[in-house]
């Protein structure tokens, strides 16, 4: 218990006083996982809403794969894109192992298949209920795809936030693909994981105090900036 | 762009080997309001999205005077329950100019007119789901109207609404015909087949049981089953 | 006016160069990175070298896999017998000893296996196995985790037999320890990560000094016939300033609560 008073504490005293090394971290942490979350949802939402609405002999079992891929380890992803990046491998020559591109690159991937299936549900449902108007009016795939992912945003969002939510916790394949460099990889979750290893228990609860305030600050702001709560009747 | 005459031949609508509607052969003009009328389950509703393109022939052919691929861009179908977007009124109406590129200025005057036209002139920015039944259907009709149809399908339009709705929504088809769209409606209110048609086909068993011009029909109907169905028996 | 251009561009070019500083990665062990000498030595290289070292700080068996992969310049690490396969195996171009410091035995501070008074690692050892006292193992293939496999070997001890007192973690130094608190354990340490630890709780300092317990620490460039793209030359000047005075005298003088915890060996490089 003295622990986790103590971290309070600490966490107190670190943010307030803007702690150098404390910015430098959760400013990293943001940045990898929000351009993470950028790119997954490019990646995911067309994909999730081309899946609902295209009628294809292997569509269930698309979905069965995507809903499954929501349980890959991410230590696993971690694992694979490390084979892919570091010198011996395939794309070995770009040099992007240890920064914070490659841990991007395996958040994006650990992510997308969350977003897609969250969205992809929310999008089939929308689509059942505009199917016949939409026909109706001959539009084009495209338009399809973006009326629906527009009057669904809502949705998306949340299927979004869920993706952010992974993101800034997951330690596992960042540790692996970024390598914990201090001043160059380290983010709020290695730091923790660091901590831990070193048995400093309070430092690493105030280090996650800060992530889960970081978290919170972040969604408030988005449901805010969304007006999510607002009148509609959607 | 000239659609009409459209002719369909041998048209049939197959599900599960069982036949929903056909054989049917029909000519169809481009003037005035055809009204469909016939029990429940005759394939009125089949027979409409077979005309339209939006249920899949299992036999036959329709052919207009253009390409249907061009004819596909000059109609409009009301479904008996209104499908509204999750968006307002204005967004509603403006849909169907934006998907043809309509620039935005232009679309939103144009939605802004037919909104007075049909009564919804003070609800533009009301998200469109929360609209009453008859509000929605109105919105419905106006959103099929703005891209300025050469044919407009209505399924049993008014099946939902109340008097008052009704008679809106009639008043509304009333100015479109005479503005020259050519109306395709099928309804159950017998009432409202009298007030509106201009030529009616009677369906029963999923054939085109009798036609004519509205007049002949409800006046001197030629087979017994339009007889019995025009007194108000059940036919099958 | 040829010569002119080259000039400005050769200009330019070291100009350019003195802005940014060098960039190497190196791979070093938990241990070494707990030891917290890195937060002492890597300030003083930059100075020194203008050179920034990235450190990964990983178990030793991932920091030899790193090496033979390319992925770093040159590894830190304390295992002998792999570094020389290493080198065999012409992953890396050679071996450089720097610094040694030593292994400890920790336990539960009532010692319930009476280790206090053995007279040799192997003794100790002997008495816990005796005891079947709870024992924690890195079990991570680890410099660490060799050198207590190669003594319980000493002690004529084959902990394939152990029963579940014997714990293999298989994780860091940290994570051991923390695992051994929690219990607590016995566990063979090294004495810097002991001395940083944070959460020692029940846990003392039992026994040390026999020699057989010393730790060498070594450095290895990674081979650039194996891997053209590596950094030679920058991983030559930090060897270079590893086997120096300056740094001699960085090592021996970096004490934790007072205790020193290297001793600097390193013969200066050929």
């Not at chain 1, 794309?91 to 992510?111: D, E, S």
């Not at chain 2, 762009?1 to 481009?30: K, N, T």
């Not at chain 3, 400005?8 to 030891?35: C, E, H």
């Given at each position: 218990?003295?622990?986790?008073?103590?971290?309070?504490?600490?966490?107190?005293?670190?943010?307030?006083?803007?702690?150098?090394?404390?910015?430098?971290?959760?400013?990293?942490?943001?940045?990898?996982?929000?351009?993470?979350?950028?790119?997954?949802?490019?990646?995911?939402?067309?994909?999730?809403?081309?899946?609902?609405?295209?009628?294809?002999?292997?569509?269930?079992?698309?979905?069965?794969?995507?809903n499954?891929?929501?349980?890959?380890?991410?230590?696993?992803?971690?694992?694979?894109?490390?084979?892919?990046?570091?010198?011996?491998?395939?794309?070995?020559?770009?040099?992007?192992?240890?920064t914070?591109?490659?841990?991007?690159?395996?958040?994006?991937?650990?992510?997308?298949?969350?977003?897609?299936?969250?969205a992809?549900?929310?999008?089939?449902?929308?689509?059942?209920?505009?199917?016949?108007?939409?026909?109706s009016?001959?539009v084009?795939?495209?338009?399809?795809?973006r009326?629906?992912?527009?009057?669904?945003?809502?949705a998306?969002?949340?299927?979004?936030?869920a993706?952010?939510?992974?993101?800034?916790?997951?330690?596992?394949a960042?540790?692996?693909?970024?390598?914990?460099?201090?001043?160059?990889?380290?983010?709020?979750?290695?730091?923790?994981?660091?901590?831990?290893?070193?048995?400093?228990f309070?430092?690493?609860?105030?280090?996650?105090?800060?992530?889960?305030?970081?978290?919170?600050?972040?969604?408030?702001?988005?449901?805010?900036?969304?007006?999510?709560?607002?009148?509609?009747?959607? | 762009?000239e659609?009409?005459?459209?002719?369909?031949?041998?048209?049939?609508?197959?599900?599960?080997?069982?036949?929903?509607?056909?054989?049917?052969?029909?000519?169809?003009?481009?003037?005035?309001?055809?009204?469909?009328?016939?029990?429940?389950?005759?394939?009125?509703?089949?027979?409409?999205?077979?005309?339209?393109?939006?249920?899949?022939?299992?036999?036959?052919?329709?052919?207009?005077?253009?390409?249907?691929?061009?004819?596909?861009?000059?109609?409009?179908?009301?479904?008996?329950?209104?499908?509204?977007?999750?968006?307002t009124?204005?967004?509603?109406?403006?849909?169907?100019?934006?998907?043809?590129?309509?620039?935005?200025?232009?679309?939103?005057?144009?939605?802004?007119?037919?909104?007075?036209?049909?009564?919804?002139?003070?609800?533009?920015?009301?998200?469109?789901?929360?609209?009453?039944?008859?509000?929605?259907?109105?919105?419905?009709?106006?959103?099929?109207l703005?891209?300025?149809?050469?044919?407009?399908?209505?399924?049993?339009?008014?099946?939902?609404?109340?008097?008052?709705?009704?008679?809106?929504?009639?008043?509304?088809?009333?100015?479109a015909?005479?503005?020259?769209?050519?109306?395709?409606?099928?309804?159950?209110?017998?009432?409202?087949?009298?007030?509106?048609?201009?030529?009616?086909?009677f369906?029963?068993?999923?054939?085109?049981h009798?036609?004519?011009?509205?007049?002949?029909?409800?006046?001197?109907?030629?087979?017994?089953?339009a007889?019995?169905?025009?007194?108000?028996?059940?036919?099958? | 006016?040829?010569?002119?251009?080259?000039?400005?561009?050769?200009?330019?070019?070291?100009?350019t160069a003195?802005?940014?500083?060098d960039?190497?990665?190196?791979?070093?062990?938990?241990?070494?990175?707990?030891?917290?000498?890195a937060?002492?030595?890597?300030?003083?290289?930059?100075?020194?070298?203008?050179?920034?070292?990235?450190?990964?700080?990983?178990?030793?068996?991932?920091?030899?896999?790193l090496?033979?992969?390319?992925?770093?310049?040159?590894?830190?690490?304390?295992?002998?017998?792999?570094?020389?396969?290493?080198?065999?195996?012409?992953?890396?171009?050679?071996?450089?000893?720097?610094?040694?410091?030593?292994?400890?035995?920790?336990g539960?501070?009532?010692?319930?296996?009476?280790i206090?008074?053995?007279?040799?690692?192997?003794?100790a050892?002997?008495?816990?196995?005796?005891?079947?006292?709870?024992?924690?193992?890195?079990?991570?293939?680890?410099?660490?985790?060799?050198?207590?496999?190669?003594?319980?070997?000493?002690?004529?001890?084959?902990?394939?037999?152990?029963?579940?007192?014997?714990?293999a973690?298989?994780?860091?130094?940290?994570?051991?320890?923390n695992?051994?608190s929690?219990?607590?354990?016995?566990?063979?340490?090294?004495?810097?990560?002991?001395?940083?630890?944070?959460?020692?709780?029940?846990?003392?300092?039992?026994?040390?000094?026999?020699?057989?317990?010393?730790?060498?620490?070594?450095?290895?460039?990674?081979?650039?016939?194996?891997?053209?793209?590596?950094?030679?030359?920058?991983?030559?000047?930090?060897?270079?300033?590893?086997?120096?005075?300056?740094?001699?005298?960085?090592?021996?003088?970096?004490?934790?609560?007072?205790?020193?915890?290297?001793?600097?060996?390193?013969?200066?490089a050929?």
């Amino acid at each position: 218990m003295v622990d986790l008073w103590s971290g309070l504490a600490q966490a107190f005293w670190l943010v307030v006083t803007l702690d150098g090394e404390l910015v430098e971290i959760a400013l990293r942490s943001l940045r990898v996982t929000l351009s993470a979350l950028a790119v997954a949802c490019v990646i995911a939402l067309p994909l999730a809403a081309f899946v609902a609405v295209k009628r294809f002999r292997a569509r269930r079992f698309v979905i069965a794969i995507l809903n499954a891929l929501m349980g890959l380890p991410p230590v696993v992803v971690g694992l694979i894109v490390y084979v892919f990046l570091s010198r011996s491998g395939p794309l070995g020559v770009m040099g992007l192992l240890f920064t914070p591109t490659a841990m991007i690159i395996a958040q994006t991937i650990i992510i997308v298949p969350l977003i897609a299936s969250i969205a992809h549900q929310s999008i089939r449902d929308l689509w059942q209920e505009y199917h016949d108007l939409l026909i109706s009016m001959n539009v084009t795939q495209g338009q399809k795809i973006r009326t629906l992912l527009w009057d669904c945003r809502r949705a998306l969002l949340t299927a979004a936030l869920a993706g952010f939510g992974r993101a800034i916790g997951e330690v596992g394949a960042i540790m692996i693909v970024g390598g914990n460099i201090d001043h160059a990889t380290r983010v709020l979750t290695t730091a923790i994981a660091l901590e831990t290893g070193k048995g400093e228990f309070a430092l690493a609860l105030a280090l996650g105090f800060v992530l889960i305030g970081l978290a919170v600050a972040v969604n408030l702001a988005i449901h805010w900036l969304g007006r999510t709560e607002r009148e509609g009747a959607w | 762009m000239e659609l009409f005459p459209m002719q369909a031949r041998g048209i049939e609508s197959r599900r599960h080997g069982q036949v929903l509607v056909g054989p049917v052969d029909l000519r169809l003009e481009g003037q005035g309001a055809c009204v469909v009328i016939g029990p429940n389950g005759s394939g009125k509703t089949t027979l409409l999205r077979l005309l339209h393109g939006t249920a899949r022939l299992s036999a036959g052919r329709i052919d207009w005077a253009c390409s249907t691929e061009e004819a596909r861009h000059h109609q409009g179908f009301v479904f008996q329950r209104p499908v509204m977007l999750r968006r307002t009124v204005m967004e509603n109406l403006a849909f169907p100019l934006r998907l043809r590129k309509v620039p935005a200025g232009e679309a939103r005057a144009r939605a802004r007119d037919w909104a007075a036209r049909v009564g919804l002139a003070g609800m533009l920015e009301r998200p469109a789901p929360v609209l009453s039944g008859g509000e929605q259907q109105k919105l419905a009709l106006a959103r099929a109207l703005i891209s300025e149809p050469k044919v407009l399908f209505l399924d049993e339009p008014c099946a939902a609404l109340d008097g008052r709705a009704t008679r809106e929504i009639e008043e509304i088809l009333t100015a479109a015909k005479s503005n020259g769209t050519r109306l395709i409606l099928s309804t159950h209110d017998m009432g409202q087949a009298r007030r509106l048609a201009d030529d009616v086909l009677f369906l029963l068993g999923g054939r085109i049981h009798e036609s004519g011009p509205a007049e002949t029909f409800f006046n001197r109907p030629e087979t017994p089953q339009a007889r019995a169905f025009l007194r108000g028996d059940i036919v099958e | 006016m040829m010569k002119h251009f080259a000039v400005t561009l050769a200009a330019l070019a070291i100009g350019t160069a003195a802005q940014a500083a060098d960039v190497m990665k190196m791979a070093v062990t938990t241990s070494f990175n707990n030891s917290g000498l890195a937060d002492v030595l890597l300030p003083e290289i930059m100075k020194d070298l203008d050179l920034e070292v990235q450190l990964l700080v990983v178990g030793t068996g991932q920091a030899i896999k790193l090496g033979e992969a390319g992925d770093v310049d040159a590894i830190l690490v304390h295992s002998r017998k792999a570094e020389e396969a290493f080198v065999e195996g012409g992953y890396g171009t050679h071996r450089t000893e720097i610094m040694y410091n030593d292994f400890v035995f920790i336990g539960p501070a009532e010692d319930p296996a009476g280790i206090k008074d053995a007279d040799s690692a192997a003794m100790a050892l002997t008495e816990i196995a005796g005891a079947e006292a709870p024992f924690v193992s890195r079990g991570d293939d680890s410099g660490t985790h060799k050198k207590e496999l190669s003594l319980w070997k000493a002690a004529d001890l084959d902990p394939a037999g152990f029963g579940d007192w014997y714990k293999a973690v298989g994780a860091g130094m940290g994570a051991a320890l923390n695992t051994a608190s929690g219990i607590p354990a016995y566990i063979m340490s090294d004495r810097a990560s002991w001395l940083n630890f944070g959460n020692k709780g029940d846990l003392a300092l039992l026994y040390s000094g026999d020699p057989v317990l010393f730790n060498q620490y070594a450095y290895l460039p990674v081979n650039p016939e194996k891997h053209a793209h590596v950094k030679t030359e920058l991983a030559g000047k930090l060897e270079t300033w590893l086997t120096s005075e300056r740094a001699a005298e960085l090592i021996n003088d970096y004490k934790i609560n007072g205790e020193t915890l290297f001793v600097f060996n390193a013969k200066a490089a050929e």
